[in-house]
């Protein structure tokens, strides 16, 4: 029986589903997490052999004990993983340390975690992408944006989401944003893309071969969404576009992605760009070497009518999948954030749209920057039926 160490399967709560896939097929499947097993939901809990519960997942001495007690009982781990953007090179370590070779090592961190490094991967595959410069002086970045032009976006060189993104439009906000940056963190500044960002979302096997592939669109701004505490909305294609795949799959073999699912992100301009690219053309974003944020798997599989926390897991236990993908739809994501004057109550959009509708509740804290407080997601066979529905749900009086 393979051994099979998840990290924090708590987090999120849609993760038990990989875990009971996993058990389903036949793994040993072992949990290490800092929730108390009495507090796991029963869903979790029953499709785990066995949980470790450390103090804190942020202490690296007491993960790699734990991973060491399941060594000690079960034999050598075949898998470890948290399928986590914010647990990816914990994991990395904890492999390299434990010489479990299923996964990326330490010495694969930079290209999957810095954007700076990412972009050279995605020119590999022939993938234009944003100019950029490593904050350094402000000299330095008045340099690089008088060859770019403001605005001008700067965010983490190694950071999770949106956080900590800034798009600068003048001296003024270069100057307000060097002033109150963190000194410890290294920062990239990019020239601003006018774009949509649309994703590719895969299972790829162990030669890189997607088992399922799929996509998503966000037509506005995450940067923009977590610093103006806007709405937020993104949705699932109902036909992935062939440029879309074509650098996908391009990516993942630049990447040198294998045995994983993975979440790469794109833009398509809006408008031509010099330097970049014209309109409509597919540019580089960033790469996340796991499954696509929040409750988004549970929209794949609502537009797909699959089961990708299945296909995972037959790829993890047998390199290939035959779980069916049904009729395709549109899946359309609303998070509405609290405090806005909405025109329809919630008991009006639930007798309008309930048909339609596939998931409602509200979003745990640490995802609504974001996500938006309370969401709606709905499946509609048209793009006019969802864009209806979004100027419904997201109307104020």
């Known amino acids: 029986m393979k051994n099979f160490v998840f990290i924090s399967p708590n987090f999120p709560t849609n993760y038990w589903m990989f875990c009971r896939a996993l058990k389903e097929n036949g793994l040993r499947v072992l949990g290490i997490g800092d929730q108390p097993y009495d507090e796991l939901s029963p869903e979790l809990r029953g499709s785990l052999h066995e949980y470790y519960k450390v103090g804190s997942l942020e202490n690296y001495d007491e993960v790699y004990r734990a991973v060491a007690f399941f060594i000690f009982k079960y034999g050598p781990i075949d898998w470890l993983?948290?399928?986590?953007?914010?647990?990816?090179?914990?994991d990395a370590a904890l492999r390299t340390a434990y010489h479990i070779t299923s996964g990326f090592q330490v010495e694969d961190m930079p290209r999957i975690k810095y954007k700076s490094k990412m972009k050279e991967y995605y020119q590999r595959a022939?993938?234009?992408?944003a100019r950029y410069h490593i904050v350094d002086t402000r000299e330095g970045c008045l340099a690089f944006i008088a060859e770019v032009g403001y605005p001008v976006v700067v965010k983490p060189d190694n950071g999770v989401g949106a956080s900590h993104t800034y798009k600068l439009g003048s001296d003024d906000d270069l100057d307000a944003f060097l002033a109150e940056r963190?000194?410890?963190?290294?920062?990239?500044?990019?020239?601003?893309?006018?774009a949509e960002v649309k994703s590719y979302a895969a299972t790829t096997d162990s030669n890189g071969e997607p088992l399922f592939e799929t996509g998503n669109v966000t037509p506005m701004s995450i940067m923009d969404i977590v610093n103006e505490n806007d709405n937020s909305i993104y949705y699932i294609v109902r036909d992935l576009p062939d440029d879309t795949r074509a650098a996908g799959r391009a990516a993942v073999k630049s990447f040198g992605v294998k045995s994983r699912f993975i979440h790469f992100e794109f833009f398509r301009l809006t408008q031509d760009q010099p330097g970049l690219g014209k309109n409509g053309q597919v540019v580089a974003l960033e790469v996340n070497m796991r499954p696509c944020g929040g409750f988004t798997p549970d929209m794949i599989n609502f537009?797909?009518?699959?089961?990708?926390?299945?296909?995972?897991?037959?790829?993890?236990?047998f390199d290939s999948s035959r779980v069916p993908?049904?009729?395709?739809a549109f899946c359309a994501y609303a998070g509405r954030r609290d405090g806005k004057p909405f025109a329809m109550s919630h008991d009006d959009i639930m007798r309008r749209y309930g048909a339609n509708m596939r998931l409602v509740?509200?979003?745990?804290?640490?995802?609504?920057?974001?996500?938006?407080?309370?969401?709606?997601?709905?499946?509609?066979?048209?793009?006019?039926?969802?864009?209806?529905?979004?100027?419904?749900?997201?109307?104020?009086k």
Not at 82 to 88: A, K, P, Q, R, V
Not at 126 to 129: F, H, K, L, N
Not at 363 to 373: E, T, W
């Open 325 to 328: 993908s049904g009729p395709h």
């Open 126 to 129: 022939g993938i234009p992408a």
């Open 81 to 90: 993983e948290s399928n986590n953007e914010y647990w990816l090179e914990r």
């Open 361 to 396: 509740g509200r979003i745990p804290d640490v995802l609504a920057g974001a996500m938006g407080n309370q969401m709606y997601v709905a499946t509609f066979p048209t793009r006019d039926e969802m864009d209806e529905f979004y100027r419904d749900v997201l109307r104020c």
């Open 182 to 194: 963190d000194e410890g963190v290294q920062y990239i500044m990019e020239g601003f893309v006018q």
């Open 303 to 317: 537009a797909h009518s699959t089961d990708v926390y299945r296909i995972w897991a037959d790829m993890i236990a």
